[in-house]
């Protein structure tokens, strides 16, 4: 008999954020991390520009995207719930230390607390499921598993939608640097759709819905944050699943 686990409601997003990250500045405790994926965007930059392999090349082929985005994403719910021992809607450090040793995933004790810190935005030492999404994508992007490593949450399908969001940011990053400025997503977002049809979870300002800590900049960690709810996707998101249903309907 199939079940439902609906999350009690948690603040928004992009409230969150604004409470959280506005008062940051660019020598915040994201400093490393955020250096890091600006160095890791800018060498993706390179190697898809020049085997031709970012999809996207204009703002609405990336719209289009958006109920692929959200199908994939939503896949991670039954890892989440999982690992979520106690069902309170969040993942602790020591459930994330399960789920990690599960993946037999062997990274060192300081750059899981980068990660889930980075990710933890509100800082309620849990992570909800918008922030384990984005937990996941990071440690994708920037993780190189070992030959022996078993990270059967990323599936193919999965890896994929994974590409695809980076292939997003790439297309509005125009100079290739690992970050986006204003003028190039305000012009690249409006460029087949004006605002009042664009979809209906992007607000008429999207850079300064991204640029939360208000540096003039966006990286792919806010970019990412900001897309999560643009799809759709929040933390009391209800999903069906069969009460036999295990993590291996992903892997």
């Known amino acids: 008999m199939g079940k439902s686990r609906c999350y009690p409601s948690q603040k928004s997003l992009s409230n969150k954020f604004i409470g959280m990250l506005s008062c940051c500045c660019s020598e915040s405790k994201y400093s490393k991390l955020d250096a890091q994926l600006e160095k890791k965007m800018s060498e993706e930059k390179v190697i898809r520009s020049s085997s031709g392999q970012i999809s996207f090349n204009s703002s609405e082929s990336i719209y289009s995207w958006f109920p692929k985005f959200k199908e994939g994403l939503k896949k991670i719910k039954g890892v989440f719930e999982q690992y979520d021992e106690d069902s309170n809607g969040a993942i602790s450090r020591e459930e994330l230390s399960k789920c990690l040793g599960k993946f037999n995933l062997q990274l060192k004790e300081e750059r899981i607390n980068e990660l889930f810190n980075s990710c933890d ?130 892997e």
Request: one cysteine or more; a negative charge; aromatic letters at 12%.
């Open 121 to 250: 935005i509100d800082q309620s030492q849990e992570i909800q499921f918008t922030e384990f999404i984005v937990f996941l994508c990071l440690m994708d992007l920037l993780e190189e598993p070992s030959s022996s490593s078993s990270f059967k949450v990323i599936s193919k399908e999965l890896k994929e939608t994974f590409d695809r969001i980076v292939d997003a940011f790439l297309f509005l990053d125009k100079n290739g640097d690992g970050k986006l400025n204003k003028k190039d997503v305000d012009k690249s977002l409006n460029e087949f759709y004006p605002w009042e049809k664009s979809p209906g979870n992007i607000l008429k300002n999207p850079f300064m819905e991204m640029d939360q800590d208000r540096n003039g900049k966006v990286g792919f960690r806010e970019f990412l944050f900001a897309l999560i709810k643009w799809v759709g996707i929040d933390d009391s998101i209800e999903v069906e699943r069969d009460s036999d249903e295990e993590i291996s309907d992903i």
